[in-house]
Each structure stands twice: as structure tokens, then as C-alpha cells.
């Protein structure tokens, strides 16, 4: 599923036009990613936790050359899936 894919569903599941699920999706997304900018995690009890993570800087490998190289530190974001989304994921039919 694609943003747009996403628009579409929202609309139709809310009764309302492309255009006002387009901007409930971009505010959505917005304010997840404001909100993680200020380090501040964003939680939705039963679907997940989005959060920021620091990681270490460290020492890598150039897979082509094989010369070692420094991984800068660096914040990322994170999601962890919640009790309901997880049980229904675990649930799904596996498709073939």
C-alpha cells in the first residue's frame, strides 16, 4: 500500500472526499514527525509507538573495498507495534 492507496481508503472508510483524507493523512504525518523531531514519542494505544533512537557511532567496512570506515552516530526514528496490531498480524492468513 502507497500514500495514495492509503488516501483512498481513509476516504472511503470516513465518508468523505480524496481531498479532505489527503490533508487528514498529511496531518497526520505531520504531526508524528514534528512531534518526533522534538524527540517527544507518539503513542496510539492498541497500534504502536513511534519514537526516536540513538545510535552509536561505530566502525564499518566498505563491502566493495573492504577498507574499514567510521559509522557516524546518528537519531533515528522507531516504530514498535502495539498489543491489538501485533495479535492481529499474528492472526493474518498467510497469502501465497
Avoid at 18 to 39: I, Q
Avoid at 59 to 86: D, E, M, V, Y
Wanted: hydrophobic share 45%; no cysteine.
Amino acid at each position: 500500500m502507497n500514500k495514495a492507496d492509503l488516501i483512498e481508503i481513509v476516504a472511503k472508510e470516513a465518508g468523505i472526499s480524496k481531498a479532505a483524507a489527503e490533508k487528514a493523512v498529511n496531518g497526520f504525518t505531520g504531526a508524528v514527525t514534528s512531534s518526533l523531531k522534538k524527540g517527544e514519542p507518539v503513542t496510539l494505544i492498541g497500534f504502536g509507538t513511534f519514537s526516536v533512537a540513538q545510535r552509536a557511532a561505530r566502525n564499518g567496512r566498505n563491502p566493495a573495498t573492504g577498507a574499514p570506515l567510521k559509522i557516524k552516530a546518528k537519531k533515528l526514528a522507531k516504530f514498535k507495534a502495539g498489543k491489538t496490531l501485533s495479535e492481529v498480524v499474528a492472526k493474518a492468513k498467510t497469502a501465497k
